[in-house]
């Protein structure tokens, strides 16, 4: 199931050029980075300083770093595309957030552009408007957003974005805190009604995995992003399940796994994901699938 892996993954920030290099990439591109507007992004932060319900347990952030600190940090990785996922937790948020989005990938050119939608009168003219600017993938959080993705009133914005062949990164496991929402039930009967959505599920579908995983194979542009996954900081995501570990070796050299990371909002080393990846042992072919092959062919080369 494993094969001998000939580059190892770095256990320091300064190392992961190296990193890159030696799987023969240009660079990574990571499907979940999150840039918000400064007061929205501070309100995050202040929620993971005293963990509330969606989070349960300590968080402290790595990288709580002005904007532009940030942005230097992912250029001097080597990530050579990243998102600014980000997303309302109440009624008409999404599309001003959809602005601030489109603005910031307009003078940021490595951020894919990147929008949001949520539960209300008016989501797929939106979710058109964003996708005529330009906006190439988009947010969905069940768990902050507290709503149910089946919601009459996004069943049409589904539609839309399936038959743009938009990317949408949906947070629907249960980690760390379940709701009525999450889980691979809702989202799932979405993808019955709308089985062309190229989906992206975070955090691999933790804890629910094997749901998840069921659901890439029945469905054949549905993605999962790493993020988060095997590092150190469980944070309330669940163990990945051994007898998974066959499915996710193929899956990510089909270009249906993506490198995740949750950048700035980790308590560890950017560094750490990659290593955690590269101790799978899977091998060179599938790190570099996961590092730049499936994300530019979901999302476009960079540059694009």
């Given at each position: 199931?494993t ?8 256990r ?11 799987l ?7 499907v979940?980075v ?12 202040e ?19 002005p904007?532009d600190?940030?942005?230097a ?5 080597g ?24 603005d ?9 552009p ?5 539960p ?29 993705p ?23 496991g249960?980690?760390p ?10 989202f ?32 054949e ?9 095997f ?10 399940p ?10 990510g ?39 730049w ?12």
């Amino acid at each position: 199931m494993t094969e001998s892996r000939s580059v190892s993954g770095p256990r320091e920030d300064g190392d992961v050029p190296a990193f890159w290099r030696a799987l023969g990439l240009p660079g990574l591109i990571d499907v979940h980075v999150h840039f918000m507007p400064p007061r929205l992004m501070s309100a995050v932060w202040e929620y993971f300083d005293e963990p509330g319900p969606l989070i349960g347990h300590e968080w402290p952030i790595r990288y709580r770093l002005p904007e532009d600190e940030r942005i230097a940090l992912l250029r001097g990785f080597g990530v050579r595309a990243f998102t600014s996922l980000l997303y309302p937790h109440r009624p008409g948020m999404a599309e001003a957030l959809n602005t601030w989005a489109a603005d910031f990938a307009a003078r940021v050119p490595e951020c894919v552009p990147t929008g949001t939608l949520y539960p209300e009168p008016g989501a797929a003219a939106y979710v058109r408007r964003a996708l005529d600017a330009g906006t190439r993938v988009f947010k969905v959080h069940l768990q902050v957003g507290g709503f149910d993705p089946r919601a009459a009133e996004l069943d049409e914005a589904w539609g839309v974005l399936a038959e743009a062949g938009a990317a949408v990164i949906v947070h629907a496991g249960s980690g760390p805190v379940a709701n009525g929402f999450t889980g691979p039930g809702p989202f799932g009967d979405v993808l019955a009604r709308h089985p062309r959505l190229a989906a992206v599920i975070a955090h691999l579908g933790a804890p629910e995995f094997a749901g998840f995983f069921d659901l890439a194979d029945r469905y054949e542009r549905v993605h999962l992003d790493t993020t988060m996954a095997f590092t150190r900081f469980a944070g309330g995501l669940g163990s990945f399940p051994a007898g998974l570990l066959p499915r996710l070796r193929d899956l990510g050299l089909a270009g249906r796994v993506l490198l995740g990371t949750d950048f700035p909002n980790i308590p560890y080393p950017y560094a750490h994901q990659l290593e955690a990846l590269a101790d799978l042992g899977f091998g060179d072919d599938w790190l570099r699938a996961v590092c730049w092959d499936g994300p530019a062919g979901l999302l476009g080369p960079p540059g694009a």
